[in-house]
């Protein structure tokens, strides 16, 4: 599940991933948990009936003209076929608007999914279950209860039809998500959305057009009566390509003056035809420019920088993983600047983006637990220095031996800690998943306060979203607040202690020693600062020991315990064996 999840973050369009919001933990937003009957618009079979739904939708409206115009020439044995056509799609869209009312939806305020069953039949409701279900009556057969005159059938189906145009909205919303899927060439797409357009307006003129000359009491003053009286009797063919003729060269402003309004109901039926399509004309033009220019802009360029990307992995031969984690990632920054959240953030004053970092973050900063006790003042500090960032599903964070740049703490979805252990014979043995971190924990911080490279990988589990802090403005405000950093040290000391070595400490802290590595080009107060940490870690490290020999009698205790007097200070603890280490690591 967690690889299909992937591939439909990676490979399909940005749709179909719906963003927590700043500062939400515990929100899932690509799929409905509360009720295995509501159904996730994002759902794939719920798209295939979408698509499906579209499909009936582009052959009811294209009938409808059709039949109305039409269908009082057909054969009976045609007019029954069709009748039954149309009570079988009618059916479909009756079981689709039962199915609405199960279905989840986007709330355009919050763009947040609501999955209450109450809250979807409620805005169904007050929104297009009216039009659905007058656009899906039958309403020839209970005419036929009402009139017994078949003109007067024909002219209130004519009329009461024009309801079925409400559907048309489906087909919009399959050509937008076509649009942004990027296994289909946005250029064509759109081109076809045009002449779909196009082609249906044409279609519903030249049955309009055909429908006054078929109602119209004196046969030979029409349009086509004009050129033959007993037109009625040709063949239906050739009367539907005569008024698909007579639409498109009126459309297009040739106009041949072979096909011309007789009389003044005709004439009225051109003159508002064809200031329609000076409507329809601007229309065309502005999307075409849209199309080559401003509107498709960032579309462009997102296809364009993920056809760069499969180019150049293609072309190195990267590895399918690494090919989906390039993808995956620009799919994600893709969505998340069309919600312009960060824009937005850096256009306001430094006193509101503040009050909005500390409402957003500060609930979340507080409860984790390396900053448990610290002063306020250090946290307002914290969290107008902290940057939020997604990540998609398996994405590397943090790799091993990477320098200690930032500290993350999650706020929503799962990281995991991978070893992939050593190189045995010039082959990298598999990846381990030594444990998962949930909403709520924080990881690197070990490395940044020590200044050591980190032991291990970090890798997404699912969709995550993290607070990024870099080391430099923790070390700065911890400088600022001298008087928490004992509390900090206290706190990763006590998380340690209280962990049963399944935790990042085990792999990092032992395997490092606490030796201070100072990076290169790092001088001055930071490199002292590191030194100062490191020190006082190992110093509050010996104490916790001690304590824990006093109170428990477990191995790892009695192993130190022999060594206790041959290390009095910090500087023979940091010249500790690392065999000592390794074994403490081992037994925990």
């Known amino acids: 599940m967690e690889s299909e999840d992937f591939r439909n973050l990676s490979l399909q369009n940005p749709s179909k991933l719906v963003l927590p919001p700043l500062g939400a933990s515990g929100c899932h937003q690509n799929g409905v948990n509360s009720s295995r009957w ?41 007019e029954q076929l069709l009748s039954i056509a149309r009570s079988i799609v009618d059916l479909f869209f009756a079981v689709d608007i039962i199915l609405t009312f199960f279905v989840a939806y986007i709330d355009p305020t919050t763009q947040l999914l609501v999955s ?34 078949k ?32 296994r289909f060439s946005y250029f064509w797409v759109r081109s076809a959305r045009l002449l779909s357009v196009t082609l249906f307006l044409v279609h519903c003129a030249g049955c309009s057009y055909y429908l006054l000359a078929d109602r119209y009491p004196h046969k030979g003053k029409t349009w086509m009566g004009v050129i033959n009286p007993n037109f009625r009797e040709t063949s239906l063919w050739i009367r539907y390509i005569s008024s698909v003729y007579w639409s498109i060269t009126t459309f297009s402003t040739v106009g041949y003056g072979d096909l011309h309004a007789v009389n003044v109901v005709e004439m009225i039926f051109i003159v508002f035809f064809m200031l329609f399509n000076l ?31 499969l180019n150049f992995a293609n072309r190195n031969r990267l590895p399918p993983q690494l ?61 107008t220095r902290m940057k939020v960032e997604y990540f998609p599903p398996r994405e590397h964070v943090i790799l091993i031996n990477e320098a200690p740049l930032d500290v993350y703490i999650i706020i929503s979805g799962e990281v995991e800690l991978i070893d992939y252990g050593s190189y045995n014979g010039g082959h990298k043995e598999e990846e381990t998943v030594v444990a998962t971190l949930q909403t709520g924990d924080v990881f690197g911080e070990v490395a940044a306060l020590c200044s050591t490279r980190h032991g291990i990988t970090y890798r997404t589990k699912t969709l995550a979203q993290l607070l990024r802090l870099r080391t430099h403005d923790l070390i700065e405000v911890m400088q600022i607040k001298r008087e928490d950093k004992a509390t900090m040290i206290h706190n990763i000391l006590a998380h340690i202690a209280v962990s049963e070595g399944h935790g990042e400490y085990v792999l990092t802290i032992p395997k490092h020693g606490f030796d201070v590595h100072r990076q290169e080009g790092e001088t001055g ?20 020991e001690e304590r824990r020999q006093r109170s428990t009698g477990d191995p790892i205790t009695q192993g130190l315990s022999s060594y206790q007097g041959q290390f009095r200070n ?19």
């Open 323 to 383: 090919k989906e984690q390039i993808i995956a990632h620009m799919c994600l920054r893709f969505k998340a600047e069309c919600l312009n959240q960060h824009r937005l953030i850096e256009q306001l004053p430094k006193s509101i983006y503040k009050s909005i970092s500390q409402h957003l973050f500060l609930p979340i900063v507080e409860k984790v637990y390396l900053f448990s006790g610290v002063s306020r003042e250090l946290l307002l500090l914290l969290v």
């Open 525 to 544: 107060h930071n490199a002292t600062l590191h030194n100062t940490m490191a020190n006082d870690l190992a110093q509050e490290h010996l104490k916790a």
């Open 151 to 182: 003109h007067k059938i024909s002219l209130c189906f004519s009329l009461l039809g024009l309801l079925r145009f409400w559907r048309l909205r489906r087909v919009k919303h399959l050509f937008t998500r076509l649009e942004k899927d990027i």
């Open 279 to 309: 409507t329809l004309t601007a229309y065309l033009i502005g999307n075409m420019t849209d199309l080559v220019v401003e509107g498709t802009r960032r579309t462009m360029e997102f296809r364009d920088s993920i056809e760069a990307a």
């Open 116 to 149: 209450g069953s109450g809250q979807i039949a409620m805005r169904y409701l007050s929104t297009g279950f009216i039009m659905d279900v007058a656009s899906t009556l039958p309403f020839e057969e209970l005419l036929a209860l009402a009139f017994t005159a």
């Open 38 to 78: 509501i159904i996730s618009p994002m759902d794939t079979r719920y798209r295939c009936w979408e698509t499906w739904m579209a499909v009936l939708v582009a052959y009811s409206v294209w009938m409808f003209p059709f039949e109305a115009a039409f269908l009082s020439a057909c054969p009976h044995k045609t």
């Open 570 to 588: 910090v500087k023979a603890l940091q010249e500790f064996d690392h065999d000592l280490m390794q074994h403490i690591s081992i037994s925990e």
